[in-house]
């Protein structure tokens, strides 16, 4: 390995020793405040050595790894997202009696399982990110372990997930024995000389299985109301967001190398998937009364839009990287205002719970609204351009069946997003006072983060064309 | 038939007769018992491939400290046959068809494969060997050994995590 | 050994594993039967390994190690599975006072 691979390898190395930082930190028995600061420089740190890295791009470290732009891009939005995700947990998590110190440690660790997802192009690599990431999640999941939900939703998480990754190392085995390497290029290489068998097909299928079970594509979504619900709310909001980034990003990489989009066959099933997840999320999440399942199924919807991007080929990963990114934020402001509304006791999940929050605090019901604004789609907030862009990607694609099923499901979903926002919006009824035990700075910090992700919101939705330039820059870089 | 090739047939049949056992098992500490069986004849395939790295540390790993591990919860909890929740007879049955079914998809699947004529090298070939096998590892492999202590790292925190009181 | 035979094998040991997650309530049961479908792949993968060394040996005295590498990284992911998974069934069992999964239905719509 030479001194430049290294160096290429170096915001991933940043990302290893914050949770190593943390461990000391523990260790010497500092506050959770000093963690979670020190926590934040990290990542802050990691953005730093991305940038400084930069230049070197695109750089191989065979056979495993690639960093290239395609992974700086989502290694950046994952960043970007447990920045986020780890100011939410200070409240929360500073508000529940337990010790919350380790908890950095398994959000960096999974981090880091999800970052090396975005740079493998190998099975081994994908797998070890990928178990990295499991492994710390089933912890994460039952972090909480004095409510019941949350072991409920961690024995569930284990167990699907451990099967599905037995069903993923099985398709890997026969594409293995089709193909003679690991490698995802060889592997394109292989098929373009040799064709597909059975075999391979069926390993394809095994290994869709298990990456559909991760992004909670129907019909693999039975975990995800269950996990979302019984997960504290920043984890619940890092499964939403950091976890679907990395498998989707090792996805794209996969398919991109083997062709996936020049077989029929797995264009079909694909297609099938997508729009039942259309379908099927829109559907589930009309009757929701708790908030949580409801950004469970309404997630499962948007992995269907998101399907239809990846199934336009190349040409749809700008627009899927866009729509990643508005998702992200979105899901971000909504489990923020989710983690600051939590109490003690139980977390703010009832859609009951937020009636009337408008009258109650303004500034919160207007994050909330431009959320949820943005999850429908509505003009002048992300969620506009990102479905829009797909769209036009879908068009030119001429897959004429999924931009109907996408604009259909589209309005179906616009109607429970309104249904909370007119919740929001509705005469209060008479609410006990929230107990407010914690530094007002903190309250602030979070408050400033989400009110910096609305207009955020906003901007991306006024003048999408600067980000898409910059992410196609990136994406040249290959 | 040679000697190779009754070993294959008996270690075939001791994995696959205790690996039905582990599942039809009443008593949770008779079925860790089971797979350990099932384990070893793994293990005698992997020695019989010349994967003699493999065999020793299935053994040490699996054998030894995974069934181990289950061994010790099995009889912290105190489980016996008495305890044991049964699903009904129906919902047995259920998934026993669904398994059968995959079972003949993927035989049906294997049929139509291409794969006659290829063969898996026993006794001979030396890639199993320890020298061999950590040259890789320690080359071209070694990010993924590094990510993978670092994997140990959030395993250990979180049982610590989620094991103390 | 012609590599059908093992690939049988190991299809019926997955199937088996599939079977007795299907079938059994108990946790870990359920568990075991998901390290024997590990064990079905590692196996497969052993056999691989040792096929393609056969094809290409002549090309080069390492083809077909990475199925043996990954063989490796699959039991020490499984370990550590295996580690943070039991630990989270004594959790369940302290809390519920049984391993039997159908007990896990608080969570509903």
């Known amino acids: 390995m030479t001194n430049l691979q290294l160096l290429a390898l170096l915001p991933f190395m940043v990302l290893a020793t914050a949770a190593v930082v943390v461990i000391l930190l523990i260790a010497f028995k500092q506050s959770h405040t000093v963690i979670q600061v020190t926590g934040f420089f990290m990542m802050c740190a990691v953005?730093?050595?991305?940038?400084?890295?930069?230049?070197?791009?695109?750089?191989?470290?065979?056979?495993?790894?690639?960093?290239?732009?395609?992974?700086?891009?989502?290694?950046?939005?994952?960043?970007?997202?447990?920045?986020?995700?780890?100011?939410l947990s200070y409240i929360y998590f500073e508000e529940r009696e337990e010790n919350p110190k380790e908890y950095y440690i398994l959000l960096f660790l999974a981090t880091l399982g999800a970052a090396v997802l975005t740079i493998s192009r190998h099975f081994i690599s994908f797998f070890i990110g990928l178990e990295l990431l499991s492994v710390s999640l089933y912890a994460l999941i039952a972090y909480l372990r004095n409510r019941n939900n949350a072991i409920e939703a961690g024995v569930?998480?284990?167990?699907?997930?451990?099967?599905?990754?037995?069903?993923?190392?099985?398709?890997?085995?026969?594409?293995?024995?089709?193909?003679?390497?690991?490698?995802?290029?060889?592997?394109?290489?292989?098929?373009?000389?040799?064709?597909?068998?059975?075999?391979?097909?069926?390993?394809?299928?095994?290994?869709?299985?298990?990456?559909?079970?991760k992004l909670a594509l129907v019909p693999f979504h039975l975990w995800a109301a269950d996990v979302y619900q019984g997960a504290p709310a920043p984890v619940t909001a890092f499964i939403a967001t950091v976890s679907k980034i990395g498998v989707f990003a090792v996805f794209v990489r996969f398919a991109q190398a083997i062709h996936l989009h020049e077989n029929a066959l797995a264009v079909t099933v694909l297609t099938v998937i997508a729009i039942a997840c259309m379908i099927a999320g829109n559907v589930l999440a009309l009757m929701q009364q708790n908030i949580k399942r409801l950004l469970a199924y309404s997630s499962i919807a948007h992995f269907g839009y998101l399907l239809v991007a990846f199934l336009s080929g190349d040409a749809g990963v700008g627009a899927g990287v866009f729509y990643l990114l508005a998702y992200s934020i979105t899901l971000l402001s909504a489990f923020g205002i989710i983690t600051l509304l939590s109490t003690r006791r139980k977390d703010a999940d009832e859609l009951s719970g937020y009636r009337g929050l408008f009258w109650r605090n303004p500034l919160m019901a207007a994050i909330f609204t431009v959320a949820l604004l943005s999850l429908a789609g509505i003009p002048l907030t992300a969620g506009f351009p990102a479905k829009f862009f797909i769209l036009t990607v879908g068009v030119q694609q001429h897959m004429w069946l999924l931009a109907v099923v996408l604009v259909l499901t589209s309005v179906i979903g616009l109607y429970y997003y309104l249904r909370i926002i007119s919740t929001l919006f509705a005469s209060p009824p008479l609410s006990p006072a929230k107990e407010k035990s914690l530094h007002p700075l903190f309250y602030a910090a979070t408050y400033t983060s989400l009110v910096v992700l609305m207009f955020l919101l906003a901007w991306l939705g006024i003048f999408p064309g600067f980000i898409i330039d910059n992410v196609q820059e990136f994406l040249v870089i290959r | 038939?040679?000697?190779?090739?009754?070993?294959?047939?008996?270690?075939?049949?001791?994995?696959?007769?205790?690996?039905?056992?582990?599942?039809?098992?009443?008593?949770?500490?008779?079925?860790?018992?089971?797979?350990?069986?099932?384990?070893?004849?793994?293990?005698?395939?992997?020695?019989?491939?010349?994967?003699?790295?493999?065999?020793?540390?299935?053994?040490?790993?699996?054998?030894?400290?995974?069934?181990?591990?289950?061994?010790?919860?099995?009889?912290?909890?105190?489980?016996?046959?008495?305890?044991?929740?049964?699903?009904?007879?129906?919902?047995?049955?259920?998934?026993?068809?669904?398994?059968?079914?995959?079972?003949?998809?993927?035989?049906?699947?294997?049929?139509?494969?291409?794969?006659?004529?290829?063969v898996a090298m026993l006794e001979t070939g030396d890639i199993g060997l320890i020298r061999n096998l950590g040259k890789a590892l320690f080359t071209d492999f070694v990010v993924p050994f590094e990510i993978s202590s670092i994997l140990f790292l959030s395993a250990m925190v979180g049982a610590v995590v989620i094991g103390k009181k | 050994m012609l590599i059908e035979k093992y690939i049988y094998l190991a299809i019926a040991l997955f199937c088996i594993g599939i079977v007795g997650v299907l079938a059994r309530r108990n946790a870990i049961i359920i568990f075991m039967c998901i390290e024997l479908m590990l064990n079905a792949v590692n196996l497969l993968l052993v056999a691989f390994s040792k096929m393609h060394h056969a094809a290409a040996v002549a090309k080069g005295a390492t083809a077909g190690i990475e199925g043996q590498l990954f063989v490796f990284f699959i039991m020490v992911v499984a370990a550590a599975e295996v580690s943070v998974g039991l630990a989270i069934i004594v959790m369940m069992y302290r809390n519920t006072h049984s391993v039997d999964v159908n007990f896990l239905n608080r969570l509903k719509h």
């Not at chain 1, 960093?67 to 939005?77: C, E, K, M, Q, R």
């Not at chain 2, 089971?34 to 020695?47: D, E, K, M, N, Q």
């Not at chain 2, 016996?80 to 035989?107: F, H, I, R, S, Y």
């Open chain 1, 47 to 87: 953005v730093l050595a991305m940038w400084f890295v930069r230049d070197t791009l695109p750089r191989e470290v065979p056979p495993l790894l690639v960093v290239d732009g395609l992974a700086a891009l989502f290694t950046g939005l994952i960043i970007f997202s447990v920045l986020v995700v780890g100011l």
């Open chain 1, 156 to 213: 569930k998480y284990l167990m699907l997930a451990a099967l599905t990754s037995a069903f993923l190392l099985f398709g890997m085995a026969l594409i293995y024995m089709e193909t003679g390497s690991m490698e995802f290029t060889a592997i394109g290489n292989a098929i373009t000389k040799s064709g597909t068998s059975v075999l391979f097909l069926m390993g394809i299928g095994l290994i869709v299985v298990a990456i559909g079970f």
């Open chain 2, 1 to 118: 038939m040679d000697i190779s090739q009754v070993l294959f047939y008996a270690l075939s049949a001791m994995a696959l007769g205790s690996a039905i056992m582990v599942v039809i098992s009443r008593n949770p500490v008779h079925s860790v018992l089971w797979l350990i069986i099932t384990f070893f004849a793994i293990s005698g395939h992997y020695i019989l491939m010349n994967a003699q790295f493999l065999g020793i540390v299935n053994l040490i790993v699996y054998a030894g400290a995974i069934m181990v591990l289950f061994l010790f919860v099995i009889m912290l909890m105190n489980l016996n046959a008495e305890t044991e929740p049964q699903k009904n007879k129906w919902l047995k049955l259920a998934g026993v068809v669904a398994g059968g079914c995959l079972l003949l998809v993927l035989v049906a699947a294997l049929k139509q494969a291409e794969v006659k004529g290829k």
